[in-house]
């Protein structure tokens, strides 16, 4: 069974850090591109940021700059580290899965509120 485990969301003032977390099981971690997407009330998810297995990065314009994505596969874990929040960086943030051009699998997603 697969299972995406996202950890690591919360409350923060603007201009604060958080480091959300995904840990993957069931797959095999190290061949599956790893990304992270966002969902604000009322707009649909966008991607904030994906790692191909090759460690290769790519970045939303939004994030580019204040994030970083990085991976441990002997952890089966990605990461997103976000600096520099700010208010509309408030989602649900989501860890997806993919070995294609498509998601396979997501994870149940993780709070992040940016607010003072």
């Known amino acids: 069974q697969v299972q995406l485990v996202e950890s690591g969301g919360g409350f923060v003032q603007p201009g604060g850090s958080l480091r959300l977390s995904c840990v993957a099981s069931?797959?095999?971690?190290?061949?599956?591109?790893m990304g992270w997407h966002r969902q604000a009330p009322g707009k649909q998810r966008e991607l904030v940021a994906v790692?191909?297995?090759?460690?290769?990065?790519t970045y939303a314009e939004s994030a580019r700059g204040r994030f970083t994505i990085s991976r441990d596969n002997a952890k089966n874990t990605v990461y997103l580290q976000m600096n520099s929040l700010k208010p509309e960086d408030t989602a649900v943030y989501y860890c997806?899965?993919?070995?294609?051009?498509?998601?396979?699998?997501w994870g149940q997603g993780t709070q992040v509120i940016v607010s003072s």
């Open positions: 997806g899965a993919r070995r294609g051009v498509m998601y396979d699998y």
């Open positions: 069931g797959i095999v971690f190290s061949a599956n591109a």
């Open positions: 790692i191909t297995n090759n460690g290769r990065t």
